[in-house]
């Protein structure tokens, strides 16, 4: 979760609507807040389990979530940071664009991350990204391969999420 906050609340936007910033130049779009827990537990993660920030400290210029379940950790970072700022962070790598719903979106994998055990999406949302991140965790294997997850779960999230 940690180097997507080195490239990339409250208030919110009805789904479709543009996220602009919010106060203090945070994003307007907040994931806790903004994510009915029915969506949450229709891409399989336990609402009961939500996380706001990193460790319970806010992070200016970004509205963290994350939830998990046996198997996985989903983080939804909402920023103030663009497409291009994503692409051009050296953190990142395979960057691959991916059909989402219309709007520019790009899937890949943190540097670091030689195991392969976690993937993003990065989608656009009022001129900003948001990124959904998914990362194996848990005391069960996973069933599902990261990238697989992170798509599936950002093309059901996204009507969530401002254009």
Aim: net charge negative; hydrophobic share 40%; proline share 7%.
């Amino acid at each position: 979760m940690c180097s997507a906050v080195l490239l990339v609340g409250c208030g919110g936007a009805a789904s479709g609507e543009s996220a602009p910033a919010g106060p203090a130049g945070d994003p307007a779009f907040s994931p806790c807040d903004d994510i009915p827990d029915e969506a949450i537990l229709a891409v399989g993660m336990d609402p009961a389990t939500e996380e706001r920030d990193i460790m319970g400290v806010h992070q200016p210029g970004w509205n963290i979530c994350g939830w998990n379940n046996s198997t996985h950790f989903l983080s939804i970072f909402s920023s103030t940071k663009t497409m291009d700022e994503v692409r051009r962070n050296e953190d990142f790598e395979d960057f691959a664009p991916v059909d989402l719903a219309g709007r520019e979106a790009v899937s890949f994998r943190d540097v670091a991350d030689r195991e392969r055990t976690r993937c993003d999406v990065a989608m656009t949302s009022g001129g900003f990204a948001v990124m959904v991140s998914i990362s194996e965790s848990g005391p069960e294997p996973a069933s599902e391969e990261p990238c697989v997850a992170a798509l599936r779960v950002a093309r059901t999230l996204a009507e969530y999420i401002p254009v």
